[in-house]
């Protein structure tokens, strides 16, 4: 398979492997991918072979399309598990975000009471007020930590902007548990780097990261679909089970997608 867009405003709903059935929201526009990460596992793809000359949406416009298609979805009798705030990029920069989280708690309350609301994020907006308080009314706060090694983040996501790993772990840890650290873990080469973040030179201080941060949950998982960057290969499903294994053992619950 190929790396994709996401429709917009709305995408599925899909069946996730984490999530469950999962009706996408997504801020971004289809033509493109806006984000502040340029992740080499990306289903999206590289940002410069999707460049975006659209703006973000709005909060009108994702709030009227999430209204009608719940109403639809609830006619079918076939509601949504979770509200997925995703889509071609980092939802969190939209301008709107904030607003768009507000009104989406909403119409779930009116319209689909049991489905969560989550947002899957690379958390390099998280520690902005407006946003921090908006991952704060979703169910799942879903954010990223690949790894804590600055040099294997700059070679594996690729941030656009300055991206310091211990300010996002103090971020993330200012959330007072509010939040699901989200993992890829993988093998394989990348223009002469070796990609392998299973080890425990890689593992070991991710996990204390995660001591400090607390997080409710914690997520691995490891490539499911091609990816933008050839020569990186799946994390075995008994390394994962080892790492998911480590997790627990810190009193944090850990969900294992292979």
């Not at 289903?43 to 719940?70: I, S």
């Not at 009798?77 to 990029?89: C, Q």
């Not at 997790?247 to 944090?252: P, S």
Request: hydrophobic letters at 40%.
């Amino acid at each position: 398979m190929s790396t994709f867009l996401n429709d917009s405003p709305l995408f599925g709903p899909v069946r996730s492997r984490r999530l469950g059935l999962s009706l996408g929201v997504n801020m971004m526009p289809a033509s493109g991918k806006i984000c502040t990460f340029d992740c080499i596992y990306c289903e999206n793809g590289f940002n410069a072979e999707r460049p975006c000359h659209e703006e973000y949406n709005n909060a009108a416009t994702v709030l009227a399309a999430l209204e009608a298609r719940l109403r639809e979805m609830a006619a079918a009798g076939e509601l949504p598990d979770v509200i997925t705030f995703a889509g071609n990029g980092e939802p969190t920069a939209a301008p709107e975000f904030p607003q768009a989280v507000a009104g989406a708690v909403r119409l779930r309350d009116e319209l689909a009471p049991t489905a969560k609301i989550a947002v899957l994020s690379n958390g390099t907006r998280a520690d902005r007020p407006a946003v921090h308080n908006a991952l704060m009314l979703v169910d799942d706060n879903i954010l990223k930590l690949d790894t804590v090694d600055a040099t294997y983040i700059q070679l594996i996501d690729q941030p656009v902007a300055a991206y310091d790993v211990e300010h996002q772990i103090e971020t993330f840890a200012s959330f007072k548990g509010h939040a699901i650290i989200q993992t890829m873990f993988l093998t394989g080469t990348w223009q002469g780097h070796d990609m392998d973040n299973t080890g425990d030179a890689y593992v070991g201080p991710w996990l204390n990261a995660l001591s400090r941060i607390r997080p409710q949950a914690v997520t691995i998982y490891t490539i499911a679909r091609e990816t933008p960057a050839k020569g990186l290969l799946k994390a075995p499903a008994e390394t994962l089970d080892t790492i998911a294994t480590r997790v627990r053992k810190l009193g944090i619950g850990c969900q294992v997608s292979y």
